[in-house]
């Protein structure tokens, strides 16, 4: 399983930009593909995930209000939208895949991962 996220940038503050992650290398009915971001010196936090088969997304509290995470079947990429973004959004932005399971929330339940793309938020 290969993931290569792209869409990272710099962005004004209340800006918004649109990640993809491209998956390849397995058939993903099975699996959910999650959003996660770390910023220096913090720990690696869940933004969003979604189920590949059903599309059956879950959103961290601190998400849902304005980060949207869809799959896009024909371009093979799960994409997350990120709208009124601010300075405190600077991060390296990750997908990760596993397969099917519970608590999507929990990175170390995440199989596979990719390289990261950076976002920075000027104020």
């Known amino acids: 399983v290969q993931l290569v996220e792209s869409g990272g940038g710099l962005v004004q503050s209340g800006g918004s930009l649109r990640l993809a992650c491209a998956a390849s290398g397995s058939t993903f009915d099975r699996y959910v593909i999650g959003w996660f971001r770390q910023a220096p010196g913090k720990e690696r936090d869940f933004l969003a995930a979604?189920?590949?088969?059903?599309?059956?997304?879950h959103y961290a509290d601190s998400a849902k209000d304005k980060f949207t995470i869809s799959k896009d079947y024909a371009a093979n990429t799960v994409n997350l939208q990120m709208n009124s973004l601010k300075p405190e959004d600077t991060a390296v932005y990750y997908c990760?895949?596993?397969?099917?399971?519970?608590?999507?929330?929990?990175?170390?339940?995440?199989?596979?991962w990719g390289q990261g793309t950076q976002v920075t938020v000027s104020s």
């Open positions: 979604i189920r590949w088969a059903s599309e059956t997304t």
């Open positions: 990760a895949a596993k397969v099917g399971g519970s608590r999507w929330n929990e990175n170390f339940k995440y199989d596979y």
